[in-house]
C-alpha cells in the first residue's frame, strides 16, 4: 500500500503559541517570542529588562515538571501546540499535516473519549495509532479487529507540542532539553549526568552574565584553596546573596551521586539519591532560584556615596 502525501487536516487546526514568559521584576505574564533566548528584552508591564530565557523559565517556576511530562512535555523554548479533528478510514494509512514546520518531531498524543491524553486510541472494533512522527505531519493507521463488522464513523482529536522556529539558545538550554528527552525514554542515569553538565554550563553563563572573567576564577580559587566549580559559587553568592541552606545541600548530594555514577565512589555514604524526574525539577528549581537572587540584586536602589 503507497503511502499517501501529506495533506491538511480536514477540519480546522488549533494553533497554541508556547511563548510565554514572566518578568522577573514584576511577576506579570505575557507572550513574547524572542530569535535569541539570551536577547534582554522590554517588560510590557513594568518597564523593566530581562534576559528571555529568564522569564521563559520563570513562567514555568510552580509546575517544573511541565518540561518532562510523559504525554505532553513542554519544549524548554518558544514552540507551539497544534491540534486537530481527523475522520478515520479504517485499515488505510493516512498522512496528517500539523499544519506547522517543527524544528523537530513534536510530541504527539490523542484525546479519547473522556477527554484524556493517550498514546494510542483502542476503539470499538477499532485500533489507532501513529506510525510515524515527522517535523511536518504524521502517518496515521487503523486496524479493525473483525473486518466482518464494519465499525462505526469515528472522528479523532490529536495534538502536537514542539518546537518552532530558528531560536539561538544558550548552551545550557540545549543540554536541559536533552537531559529532558532522556528522561522522556527511562535513561536515568544518563540524564543525572547531563542534569549537571546543564547546571554548570548554566554557572558559566550566568558568570560572564556578572561580569566574571576566567582569571578572577582561578586567582580565587588559589586564594581560597577550593575547586574552580565551588569558587564559581562563592563568587556568584558574594555578588548577589547566598543560596538557601536547603537547596545547597539538595545540590550537593545530587553532585555526589552524579560522582558515583561517573567515577563509582563518594565522599560521603549518607547523600540523598533522586529520580531522573526529581533531579530536573531540582535543577529548574535552581536555575530559577538563582535568576531570583540576580533580579533581586538588581531593584536593590543604588546607594550614593557623599564625597
Given amino acids: 500500500m503507497s503511502i499517501p502525501n501529506p495533506t491538511p487536516n480536514p477540519a480546522s487546526h488549533l494553533f497554541f503559541q508556547i511563548g510565554i514568559v514572566c518578568c522577573p521584576h514584576c511577576d506579570v505574564s505575557f507572550t513574547l517570542n524572542c530569535e535569541d533566548l539570551n536577547t534582554r528584552v522590554w517588560c510590557q508591564s513594568c518597564g523593566k529588562t530581562f534576559i528571555y530565557v529568564d522569564a521563559f523559565l520563570n513562567h ?181 546573596g547566598s543560596f538557601s541552606k536547603e537547596l545547597t545541600t539538595k545540590l550537593i548530594n545530587l553532585a555526589e551521586q552524579r560522582n558515583r555514577l561517573v567515577h563509582g565512589k563518594t565522599s560521603r555514604k549518607d547523600i540523598e539519591t533522586y529520580s531522573g524526574s526529581d533531579a530536573f525539577v531540582l535543577i529548574v528549581e535552581a536555575i530559577n532560584a538563582i535568576n531570583e537572587l540576580k533580579y533581586s540584586n538588581l531593584r536593590q536602589p543604588i546607594k550614593l556615596v557623599k564625597k
Avoid: C
Avoid at 479493525?144 to 539558545?169: C, D, L, Q, S, V
Fill in 60 to 240: 514555568y517556576r510552580r509546575d517544573p515538571r511541565i518540561f518532562i511530562d510523559p504525554i505532553h512535555p513542554i519544549p524548554i523554548a518558544p514552540g507551539y501546540t497544534s491540534g486537530g479533528e481527523t475522520p478515520i478510514t479504517p485499515d488505510e494509512i493516512q498522512v496528517i499535516a500539523y499544519g506547522v514546520l517543527y524544528n523537530r518531531p513534536p510530541e504527539l498524543f490523542f484525546l479519547n473519549e473522556q477527554g484524556k491524553p493517550s498514546r494510542d486510541l483502542l476503539l470499538d472494533n477499532l485500533y489507532v495509532a501513529a506510525v510515524s512522527i515527522n517535523a511536518e505531519s504524521f502517518i496515521l493507521l487503523s486496524r479493525t479487529f473483525n473486518r466482518a463488522i464494519k465499525p462505526p464513523a469515528y472522528t479523532i482529536r490529536w495534538m502536537a507540542i514542539g518546537e518552532i522556529g530558528k531560536h539561538e539558545k544558550p548552551i545550557w538550554i540545549d543540554i536541559l532539553q536533552n537531559a529532558a528527552g532522556l528522561i522522556l525514554k527511562s535513561e536515568e542515569q544518563a540524564a543525572l549526568v547531563m542534569l549537571q553538565v546543564a547546571l554548570d554550563f548554566f554557572i558559566d553563563a550566568l558568570m560572564e552574565q556578572l561580569g566574571f572573567k576566567s582569571y578572577d576564577v582561578k586567582t580565587a580559587s588559589r586564594r581560597w584553596k577550593i575547586s574552580d566549580r565551588r569558587t564559581k559559587l562563592r563568587l556568584i553568592e558574594e555578588r548577589i
